[in-house]
């Protein structure tokens, strides 16, 4: 069983910055890869960004291409989403999620999931 925590949200204003922490129980992290994934008010749930095992394959969405970064730290078990320039249209409950195969995290079908964290942006 792996549990996932997410940390690190709040509110900041519109072209500020945050930086969200996912820390993750379980032997299997260094083998899993994760991602991020965003919830807004009356939307569904959307693709961020996704790291594989090893840090050296990353994968974003269109939205934050160039604003923010996913990375990981295997040896402290957590993976990270830098958020630069941010934007109100930003504003969700980000969440961490992870799995073994890469495609079931970036299609958001994969079996751990945080319980997310709130990022607010205003304008």
């Known amino acids: 069983q792996v549990q996932l925590v997410e940390s690190g949200g709040g509110l900041v204003q519109a072209g500020g910055s945050l930086r969200l922490s996912c820390s993750a129980s379980?032997?299997?992290?260094?083998?899993?890869?994760m991602g991020w994934f965003r919830q807004a008010p009356g939307k569904e749930r959307e693709f961020v960004a996704a790291?594989?095992?090893?840090?050296?394959?990353?994968y974003y969405s269109d939205s934050v291409i160039g604003r923010f970064t996913i990375s990981r730290d295997n040896a402290k078990n957590t993976v990270y989403l830098q958020m630069n320039s941010l934007k109100p249209e930003d504003t969700a409950v980000y969440y961490c999620?992870?799995?073994?195969?890469?495609?079931?995290?970036?299609?958001?079908?994969?079996?751990?999931w945080g319980q997310g964290t709130q990022v607010t942006v205003s304008s």
């Open positions: 999620a992870g799995d073994f195969d890469w495609n079931m995290v970036v299609d958001g079908t994969c079996n751990y």
């Open positions: 379980g032997r299997t992290f260094s083998t899993s890869a």
């Open positions: 790291i594989n095992w090893n840090g050296r394959s990353t």
